[in-house]
């Protein structure tokens, strides 16, 4: 006779766990011994190899150029007129965030520059020439139309020379800073001017130069969502002697426009020009900060020097001679000194920051490199550089040192920081450079993998093979595949589906004036897994930068889908019990933790399906209990 036994329900629970810790050490043996065998054929540093290389000798400096053609129209008084705006001058842009992350977008219509943005405050501002002693009268004027929300505007006007803030006399002691301000609280949809007229008396007695600059900046900031479109902006002047464009281009040693290349705009020392007329009175510093530059004058001959601006000092470089006739625009091509730095950067990166410093014997600043002496100094940076747009820097052609400061993103495991490189060299500033960055990358179907990203990768993917593993172990004696087509898996499936969908996309833009460049974030929450990537760059997998994340993620995540394999095996799953409770309401705490922390950063997310299907396991906890009670 043979005797039939059935295995109790605790010792096939007992067994059950214990094949699934098995499979669990199992897979994370397998992930171990994957990882270093990649490892050890791929670099074990996400540190940055650098070097900088000296390239070709630059070509010796040219004489200026200058050359006249007829006027179409007389000098109107208009010395900017962005309408609309921008129009065609180049304009800083910074954002900062009120609370939290800013949160903006924009777009330029035929009537001016639209712009949504809430938890925001923009700045726009330019430097614009002024001829001061052949002008009677000075306007700054913006229009600004709000659509929707409320806006604080203001305006602001510093008159500057030699790039100091300028102050009245008063009471013999100079008090009163030649700075001019109007603001506006917007609270209904309408337009706006904004409107300043600078007391030109204030300027003479404050310096004798007959050409001095205006620190132009339209500032808008608003807590609530707001709609505005900047339409005009516009300096005028009234003149008591007849004045003629005079149009600048400073030439690069490689005989392009030294603006040809947009980041020059962020260059940190400005080209100027030391300019005096042919009558000898008090120079002039001219500031050149875009390209093809125009100032006013009226007729005559004017002398110079070319030079750069760096720190506090002026690097005198070349001379140059141009005539100003009645009725005529003179055009002007002013050679500077400069070396093209070439940036051969492998592999390309969604984002690198870069700052350059310059020593030179004759700087007036004193540094100090990490242990090494005090030095002399001049110093200029560029920030936020969207390196897949860029191939080549213009630095000042000077003999001394050159650091170069390299900021990447350093992934390892789900540590996000970053990693400050400084390379110094001695440049003799008669060659062009060539800055050789190798990141401790490789290339895998179009992702960008280090060790750590590679470690973190083969572990989640071991872990989810543990679990079908340990299913496909179960089959016979636990009927795992009738368990799985049953109704009652339905909330399975769907946590199971949000591991291997995104829960959100963020994109981070930068701008605008300069080249627009985006970074976009995809985040698969479950496996702690940050994608990023933009147009030009490899895709990214990083971890999660607050380590906190991962303490949630695996507490409200995974501690429940493991909780859901053990109790799929029953047959009443909608039991009021611990483990059911955890196993079914746990992706909804994460859903909702998600929100929160999300919230509580500002992070302008779009959720994706993986939030939805999280959502929906005790959805379909509840759904799937009432189906089985009334059918």
């Given at each position: 006779m043979i005797q039939m036994t059935n295995r109790s329900p605790e010792r096939m629970n007992t067994r059950f766990r214990r094949e699934l810790i098995q499979s669990v050490l199992a897979a994370l043996i397998l992930a171990i011994v994957v990882s270093s065998a990649i490892i050890a054929f791929v670099p074990m540093s996400t540190i940055p190899q650098t070097r900088i290389i000296e390239g070709q000798q630059i070509n010796d400096q040219q004489d200026a150029v200058s050359y006249?053609?007829?006027?179409?129209?007389?000098?109107?008084?208009?010395?900017?007129?962005?309408?609309?705006?921008?129009?065609?001058?180049?304009?800083?842009?910074?954002?900062?965030?009120?609370?939290?992350?800013?949160?903006?977008?924009?777009?330029?219509?035929?009537?001016?520059?639209?712009?949504?943005?809430?938890?925001?405050?923009?700045?726009?501002?330019?430097?614009?020439?002024?001829?001061?002693?052949?002008?009677?009268?000075?306007?700054?004027?913006?229009?600004?139309?709000?659509?929707?929300?409320?806006?604080?505007?203001?305006?602001?006007?510093?008159?500057?020379?030699w790039k100091d803030l300028l102050s009245v006399p008063f009471n013999n002691t100079f008090a009163n800073h030649t700075r001019y301000t109007v603001y506006y609280s917007t609270c209904t949809p309408e337009m706006y001017?904004?409107?300043?007229?600078?007391?030109?008396?204030?300027?003479?007695?404050?310096?004798?130069?007959?050409?001095?600059?205006?620190?132009?900046?339209?500032?808008?900031?608003?807590?609530?969502?707001?709609?505005?479109?900047?339409?005009?902006v516009q300096i005028t002047a009234e003149y008591d002697i007849d004045l003629y464009p005079v149009t600048i281009d400073m030439k690069a040693s490689?005989?392009?426009?030294?603006?040809?290349?947009?980041?020059?705009?962020?260059?940190?020392?400005?080209?100027?020009?030391?300019?005096?007329?042919?009558?000898?009175?008090?120079?002039?510093?001219?500031?050149?900060?875009?390209?093809?530059?125009?100032?006013?004058?009226?007729?005559?001959?004017?002398?110079g020097v070319i030079g750069w601006h760096v720190s506090f000092d002026f690097w005198e470089e070349s001379s140059i001679l141009f005539l100003v006739e009645s009725g005529k625009k003179t055009i002007v091509h002013a050679p500077?000194?400069?070396?093209?730095?070439?940036?051969?950067?492998?592999?390309?990166?969604?984002?690198?920051?870069?700052?350059?410093?310059?020593?030179?014997?004759?700087?007036?600043?004193?540094?100090?490199?990490?242990?090494?002496?005090?030095?002399s100094f001049s110093y200029y940076r560029f920030w936020s550089i969207?390196?897949?747009?860029?191939?080549?820097?213009?630095?000042?052609?000077?003999?001394?040192?050159?650091?170069?400061?390299i900021y990447v993103m350093d992934q390892i495991m789900f540590i996000s920081s970053e990693t400050d490189i400084d390379i110094q060299q001695d440049i003799s500033g008669s060659n062009d450079l060539i800055l050789d960055i190798d990141l401790a990358y490789f290339e895998f179907l179009g992702f960008a993998l280090s060790p750590g990203e590679t470690i973190v990768i083969t572990v989640a993917v071991s872990l989810i093979f543990a679990a079908?593993?340990?299913?496909?172990?179960?089959?016979?004696?636990?009927?795992?595949?009738?368990?799985?087509?049953?109704?009652?898996?339905?909330?399975?499936?769907?946590?199971?589906?949000?591991?291997?969908?995104?829960?959100?996309?963020?994109?981070?833009q930068s701008g605008p004036f300069i080249d627009m460049y985006e970074i976009n974030y995809l985040g698969f929450v479950p496996l702690l897994l940050l994608v990023s990537w933009n147009e030009g760059?490899?895709?990214?997998?990083?971890?999660?930068?607050?380590?906190?994340?991962?303490?949630?993620?695996?507490?409200?995540?995974?501690?429940?889908?493991?909780?859901?394999?053990?109790?799929?095996?029953?047959?009443?799953?909608?039991?009021?019990?611990?483990?059911?409770?955890?196993?079914m309401l746990g992706p909804l705490a994460m859903a909702g933790s998600f929100l929160i922390v999300a919230n509580l950063l500002d992070v302008p997310l779009i959720l994706l399906p993986g939030v939805y299907l999280a959502i929906l396991v005790p959805v379909s906890w509840i759904l799937t209990y009432a189906l089985k009670k009334y059918t």
């Open positions: 006249l053609e007829d006027l179409e129209m007389p000098f109107d008084g208009m010395l900017l007129n962005a309408t609309p705006f921008p129009g065609d001058r180049k304009w800083d842009f910074e954002v900062y965030s009120i609370g939290g992350v800013a949160q903006y977008s924009y777009t330029e219509r035929e009537t001016g520059l639209k712009i949504d943005f809430e938890d925001t405050e923009m700045v726009f501002s330019t430097d614009v020439n002024i001829p001061l002693h052949n002008i009677t009268k000075l306007t700054f004027e913006a229009d600004v139309e709000v659509l929707q929300g409320t806006t604080n505007l203001s305006m602001y006007i510093g008159i500057e020379r001017t904004m409107q300043v007229d600078v007391p030109l008396w204030m300027i003479n007695n404050a310096t004798d130069d007959w050409m001095v600059q205006a620190d132009f900046r339209i500032r808008l900031d608003s807590v609530l969502y707001s709609s505005i479109i900047i339409k005009s490689d005989g392009n426009s030294l603006y040809s290349n947009p980041y020059s705009k962020e260059l940190g020392p400005t080209p100027y020009l030391r300019l005096t007329n042919s009558m000898k009175e008090n120079y002039s510093r001219i500031y050149i900060p875009v390209g093809n530059e125009t100032i006013y004058l009226p007729e005559g001959e004017y002398e500077i000194g400069t070396l093209k730095l070439q940036i051969d950067l492998n592999p390309r990166v969604p984002h690198l920051q870069m700052s350059v410093l310059l020593f030179n014997e004759n700087s007036t600043v004193k540094y100090k490199f990490q242990d090494g002496p005090w030095i969207a390196v897949h747009e860029i191939d080549y820097l213009y630095i000042p052609a000077i003999m001394g040192s050159l650091i170069l400061g079908i593993i340990t299913l496909w172990k179960n089959t016979e004696n636990q009927k795992w595949i009738s368990q799985l087509k049953n109704v009652k898996s339905i909330p399975f499936w769907l946590s199971l589906g949000s591991i291997f969908v995104p829960w959100f996309i963020v994109n981070m760059s490899l895709i990214f997998p990083t971890g999660f930068p607050q380590n906190f994340v991962s303490v949630i993620v695996i507490a409200l995540f995974w501690v429940p889908f493991l909780a859901m394999l053990y109790i799929l095996r029953e047959d009443n799953i909608w039991q009021v019990r611990i483990p059911n409770l955890v196993a």
